[in-house]
Nanobody, 126 residues
C-alpha cells in the first residue's frame, strides 16, 4: 500500500524559502501523478502544483508560479516542492497526494487523489 510522508514544513519569515518533500517507502512514485495541496482552517483545500505520472510535466496555480518548483527526486523516491519568496498567504497545512493518471501525460489537480500524506505545517510570519 502506498504511504506518503511529508517533511520540511516550519516557520519562516516573509520572503523566505522552504523545501517540502513527499516520500514513499517500498512503492515507486514514478508511476503516479503527485500533487501538492494546501488547506487553511475554514477554507477549502487548494491544489497548488502537480507533476505527471512517468513525466516531468508540471502544473502550478497562478499564485505560486515563478515562486514554487515541483520536482522528482528519483534517488530518494520523493517529490519535492521548493517554495521561494513565501508570503503570509502561503501559510497552510501542505499535503502531498498520489493519483493514477495518464502515463506521460499532463497532471490534473481537480480530481480525487487516491493516496494522501498526513500533512506538514507551513507558517509564514514576521
Amino acid at each position: 500500500q502506498l504511504q506518503l510522508r511529508e517533511s520540511g514544513g516550519g516557520l519562516v519569515q516573509p520572503g523566505g524559502s522552504l523545501l517540502l518533500s513527499c516520500a514513499a517507502a517500498a512503492v515507486p512514485l514514478d508511476g503516479y501523478a503527485i500533487g501538492w495541496f494546501r488547506q487553511v482552517p475554514g477554507k477549502e483545500r487548494e491544489g497548488v502544483s502537480c507533476i505527471g505520472a512517468n513525466s516531468e510535466r508540471t502544473y502550478y496555480i497562478d499564485s505560486v508560479k515563478g515562486r514554487f518548483t515541483i520536482s522528482r527526486d528519483k534517488a530518494k523516491n520523493a517529490v519535492n516542492l521548493q517554495m521561494n519568496t513565501l508570503n503570509p498567504e502561503d501559510t497552510a497545512v501542505y499535503h502531498c497526494a498520489a493519483d493514477v493518471q495518464t502515463p506521460f501525460g499532463p497532471c490534473v489537480l481537480n480530481v480525487d487523489y487516491d493516496h494522501w500524506g498526513q500533512g506538514t505545517q507551513v507558517t509564514v510570519s514576521p
